[in-house]
């Protein structure tokens, strides 16, 4: 027993806010009964939930052949985007974007697993097409919460050498960075709707409905956030992970429109449905932020919920194409400039295979936590393979 509550304070799980840090986090409107919480409350079906991670998709959560994933052309990183916006997903939500000078890289996940171990983790399809330090120079580091899968200690402590990069956080997550080797002078810590300027780009906090802790003896400790790149010439949003919610509408009307939407659509189960929004709520969610152009991110590395692994940006293309919006399913590795010729070639680095349609697995999140106040949001698609 003392061995474990030993393992559980370790260095991994990161270190609870203390302090000023704590002080602040005491004030925030987020900070309620001693932790942060969601103005809307969360359901979750908890036997559904343990039957489906039990039982999975009958084996294709994960890819049964290993997956070719070409070294990302770092080289590329030489030269600017010849518009001022280029993005590379490396898979998940690991993504570098470079938007008007600015090089930003959000959820960085370059780890052996998602956990705190081999033993209790889950590893990734593939390894990182690019190494950390070839990368070039990263102006930013932005972390959206504090779960393993978007915030990997190994990764994080590779960068304490980083000097001139800065990393914006949410609330209460720079004591994660602390223990880590961060220099405290090099992280910005915000509340949502905070902002702060890093070169010539604003970086605005917004909100998001979900949850945080790596440490189970700790939850809530530390707030979660999607984030706003507002450049001179572009706009970007990152979603980071969340449910739907009301609050969707006002992030398009006080910072968008958004020439690029990166929005979490996979990782999901109807019976925890006000996780994380799903295929066709990411396309929703595109829209009401003003996304000229979304590009799925949260899949095709982890396998960390029962769906084929593939289902999630087969939905994103169903629901996109019959609503008319513009979306970019990128290649792991592949520096992109969002164009329309971009959006015109891309091609299907993934494999062909069945999945549950919006019809037959609809993702209905609930108004206010409770299983029975559900929004009837029909997705544009119902047929599928």
């Not at 990069?165 to 709707?193: N, Q, S």
């Not at 605005?204 to 409905?209: E, F």
């Not at 979490?264 to 066709?280: A, F, R, T, V």
């Not at 069945?354 to 106040?373: K, S």
Request: hydrophobic residues 40%.
């Amino acid at each position: 027993m003392v061995g474990g509550l030993v393992f559980v304070g370790g260095t991994p799980f990161g270190a609870s806010p203390t302090g000023e840090r704590l002080a602040r986090i005491e004030r925030s409107p987020q900070w309620r009964d001693g932790e942060f919480r969601n103005p809307q409350p969360r359901s979750t079906a908890f036997w559904g939930a343990l039957a489906g991670s039990v039982f999975g998709e009958g084996g294709v959560s994960s890819p049964d052949q290993p997956l070719h994933i070409e070294p990302t052309d770092t080289g590329l990183y030489d030269v600017a985007p010849v518009e001022g916006l280029r993005v590379t997903w490396f898979g998940h939500s690991s993504t570098l974007v470079e938007v008007d000078g600015l090089r930003a890289l959000i959820d960085p996940f370059w780890g052996a697993q998602s956990g705190p171990s081999g033993l209790v983790g889950t590893k990734p399809f593939y390894p990182p097409p690019a190494a950390l330090s070839d990368l070039g120079p990263v102006d930013v580091v932005l972390i959206s919460h504090d779960h393993w899968d978007h915030l990997d200690q190994p990764t994080i402590s590779a960068m304490a050498g980083w000097s001139t990069t800065t990393f914006v956080v949410p609330l209460g997550m720079g004591a994660h960075l602390e223990r880590w080797g961060i220099a405290p002078d090099r992280i910005r810590e915000l509340d949502w709707w905070q902002s702060t300027a890093v070169g010539s780009v604003e970086l605005v906090s917004t909100p998001a409905r979900h949850s945080s802790g790596r440490n189970p003896l700790h939850g809530n400790e530390t707030l979660w956030s999607g984030w706003a790149l507002r450049g001179s010439r572009h706009r970007v949003w990152y979603s980071g992970d969340s449910g739907y919610f009301a609050d969707l509408a006002r992030i398009g009307e006080r910072l968008g429109p958004f020439d690029v939407t990166l929005v979490e659509s996979g990782q999901y189960d109807p019976n925890w449905s006000d996780n994380h929004l799903g295929p066709e709520l990411a396309v929703r969610a595109n829209e009401l932020v003003g996304g000229k152009l979304m590009i799925p991110v949260h899949w095709g590395l982890l396998n960390l919920a029962p769906h084929t692994w593939t289902e999630p940006v087969e939905r994103v293309r169903a629901e996109a194409d019959c609503r008319g919006q513009s979306y970019l399913a990128l290649v792991p590795g592949v520096p992109t400039e969002p164009t329309a010729s971009a959006v015109a070639v891309q091609r299907q680095w993934w494999p062909a295979l069945p999945w549950r349609t919006a019809a037959t697995t609809p993702l209905n999140p609930t108004i206010d936590g409770d299983p029975d106040h559900r929004l009837d949001l029909v997705p544009c698609v119902v047929g599928g393979r």
